[in-house]
């Protein structure tokens, strides 16, 4: 029972807010000296402890040096980069102006606007945190100003700004892909379907919510003036992101480029846009460069830290514990697939995506592949459930982003209360996935 002690205990750390990287490292550390004084019970001696701790990690300078010449973990630190150069360029701002003025006149227009904008966002950007902050900064004082209601308009921008984790290109789906050595360019083909499908149940959602009750998003009436030349203005916002989506995606769908090569290029295409829009500088090259080594290393020290853990947790057993318990579920796969779907949705509330990826989908995939589960469905159902996290409250990380920038009368429990009609389309959208795998390609 060593390691699944040893897992709660790097739960409860992470709870309680220690950085992910030293906590799995420490833990794994500390268990590690604790499991060889165990094997070597009744009669363990300083000298044999330390040689059989120093053989439980023989192999970490070798995983090391996988990770670092790994291809496919390649393309996180290139399209990262690509997503930071195009919110310093301000393209949320561009897109979210022009999509103002040619949907505000319709019921829910501006709400359906933003999860438009937030779809172009995750295909072109994919952060986050850039994508929320970007919207509640500029639609969410417009929406409310013309009389939207809170929980509508909170929820809208939390669930549009969350739609990076399973549109192609996904840090995500990357992860996953390494995770569960499988083609990128494969994942990102097999997201699409589910993305799309979630996006339209997001403008479906707003659509009969405004048409039900008009004070809820009413249209706004937009002077000639100022829609005179909105379309000359948006087709200029908005062809040149889509180019760069088309050039990155459809190179990787057409078999022309490897996920890693067009993400290159689509780094090299943000900087063109950038400069398009005249954003581009020396020193915006030098503060996207800082924060993609930033981000960079904090991913590829999880990834090291999640090693060690995860050498520790096979070396006592744990995974066996684990593998007997999720096999003799009843229903088999459909018990396994409720309950390991379950439990990264509750760990989703506490930890990042990158942690369960590394973690937590290691100990389930040998599982899923002793009872026959489809690797590539299971990776696209484990990527929507990330996704579900990043909303739910209490420690949804998309609720904090936009509640840091939000006016003063937004209070949390709106931002809590608007969110949850998308979860629920969420969670539908996910059970689709499972129940009918046929209608979105997975046999």
Not at 238 to 243: Q, R, S
Not at 336 to 358: K, P, Q, R, T, V
Not at 371 to 393: C, D, K
Request: net charge neutral.
């Amino acid at each position: 029972m060593t390691g699944i002690i040893m897992f709660i205990a790097a739960l409860l750390l992470l709870s309680v807010g220690y950085p992910v990287a030293f906590t799995f490292g420490a833990v794994a550390l500390f268990f590690g000296l604790i499991a060889a004084f165990v094997e070597l019970l009744p009669d363990p001696s300083v000298a044999m402890v330390a040689d059989e701790f120093f053989s439980m990690f023989s192999m970490m300078p070798f995983r090391i040096y996988s990770i670092m010449t790994n291809t496919i973990l390649m393309a996180v630190p290139l399209f990262i980069m690509m997503g930071i150069v195009l919110q310093k360029s301000e393209l949320a701002e561009r897109l979210l102006e022009s999509m103002g003025v040619l949907f505000g006149s319709l019921r829910g227009g501006l709400a359906i606007s933003t999860v438009l904008v937030g779809t172009l966002l995750a295909a072109s950007t994919g952060v986050v945190g850039a994508s929320v902050v970007a919207m509640g900064v500029i639609a969410l004082p417009v929406m409310l100003k013309y009389g939207y209601s809170k929980k509508l308009a909170t929820g809208t921008i939390c669930a549009a700004g969350t739609l990076g984790q399973i549109i192609p290109p996904s840090i995500v789906l990357i992860i996953l892909g390494d995770v569960f050595q499988l083609p990128v360019g494969d994942l990102f083909k097999a997201a699409l379907a589910p993305g799309l499908v979630l996006v339209g149940c997001y403008i479906l959602y707003i659509a009969v919510v405004a048409l039900i009750n008009t004070k809820v998003a009413p249209a706004i009436v937009i002077d000639s003036a100022h829609k005179k030349g909105a379309v000359r203005r948006a087709l200029f916002s908005i062809i040149p992101p889509l180019a760069l989506i088309t050039m990155v995606l459809g190179s990787i769908f057409m078999g022309v480029a490897t996920p890693t090569e067009s993400a290159a290029v689509g780094a090299l295409g943000a900087m063109v846009l950038a400069a398009m829009y005249r954003k581009l500088s020396w020193q915006v090259v030098m503060d996207a460069s800082l924060d993609t080594v930033k981000i960079t290393a904090m991913v590829f020290a999880i990834l090291i830290g999640a090693t060690a853990f995860s050498m520790v947790f096979v070396y006592t057993g744990a995974d066996y514990i684990v593998e007997d318990f999720m096999t003799s579920l009843p229903g088999e796969k459909w018990g396994f697939l409720i309950l390991s779907m379950a439990a990264i949705l509750l760990l989703g509330f506490f930890i990042d995506f990158i942690e369960i990826s590394y973690i937590v989908v290691p100990i389930l995939l040998p599982i899923s592949e002793i009872i026959g589960i489809n690797p590539m469905w299971f990776a696209i159902l484990i990527a929507m459930n990330l996704q579900t996290s990043f909303l739910s409250p209490p420690f949804g990380f998309s609720l904090f982003y936009l509640k840091g920038v939000s006016p003063p009368e937004i209070r949390t429990v709106d931002i809590y209360k608007g969110v949850v009609p998308f979860i629920m389309i969420q969670m539908l959208v996910l059970a689709s996935i499972v129940i009918f795998p046929h209608l979105y390609g997975f046999s």
